[in-house]
């Protein structure tokens, strides 16, 4: 092979990597991306398209909740941290360092809820038949006793949450637990790693169900678990 062929091939192999490398990113782009702390605090894009999870949820619901509430507060988080030290740290950091901090109320409340939105987007997906993943089975059976039994939880933790918030899937001290937090309040602030959310403030469900909480909570809890991205954030070991 002359050296002109062999620097050709050289290039088209690199720019074959390059594609390779460009595809990955746009596959992996958004939510896991700043749940990790590798993107920039932008609004990351939905895993799926908005009318994905109809009829669980309309696209209707997800151009508002998605378009108008994440985003404001993506918006207002950018606004808050402009100049400041915490604009080029990653999003759970923003999250960890407000937390508690009554003069960081602001900073808290929307930094948190921009995670807690890409943390739901990610907790969901398009209905399949997808299996609950074996080892996160074996853990489920043995924290709640069976699936059923962490179903009812789940749906609980939704109802028992006065006003607004989250349920939450989490895993703490090697067995997972079911939890509930208020408004902008998320796991990612203590000992437990959240699994999967569920949404439970108003604008998640009243386009689709008005005040019927429960029927949203039982149409994603038997339909929209992504339950591959909750096996992803289960703890190694
Ligand atoms: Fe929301």
């Known amino acids: 092979m002359s050296e002109d062929a062999n620097k050709n091939d050289r290039r088209d192999f690199v720019k074959a990597a390059a594609v390779t490398v460009a595809a990955m990113a746009v596959k992996d ?3 896991p991306a700043i749940l990790k ?3 920039p605090l932008t609004l990351p894009t939905l895993p799926w398209a908005d009318n994905a999870l109809e009829p ?4 209707k619901t997800i151009s508002f909740h998605y378009g108008k509430h994440h985003k404001t507060y993506f918006d207002n988080l950018n606004g808050l941290v402009a100049g400041k030290p915490e604009a080029d740290m990653a999003l759970e ?3 960890k360092g407000a937390a508690g901090d009554p003069a960081k109320a602001g900073l808290f409340n929307n930094s948190a809820q921009a995670w807690n939105h890409s943390f739901y987007w990610n907790s969901l997906r398009p209905k399949s038949d997808a299996k609950v993943p ?3 089975a074996a853990k489920i059976d043995a924290s709640f006793g069976s699936y059923d039994a962490f179903k009812k939880a789940f749906s609980d933790a939704a109802m028992g949450q006065f006003g607004s918030g989250w349920a939450w899937l989490v895993s703490d001290g090697g067995k997972l637990k079911i939890v509930k937090t208020p408004n902008a309040e998320t796991p990612v602030t203590t000992s437990a790693t959240p699994l999967l959310t569920l949404d439970v403030w108003e604008h998640a ?3 689709d169900y008005q005040n019927r909480r429960k029927d949203y909570a039982a149409a994603v809890i038997d339909n929209l678990l992504n339950w591959e991205f909750a096996a992803k954030n289960l703890p190694k070991g």
């Open 29 to 31: 782009a958004g939510f």
């Open 37 to 39: 702390g590798a993107a």
């Open 56 to 59: 669980f949820i309309s696209a």
């Open 93 to 95: 950091a923003i999250v």
């Open 134 to 136: 074996e080892d996160l």
């Open 205 to 207: 469900y009243y386009l």
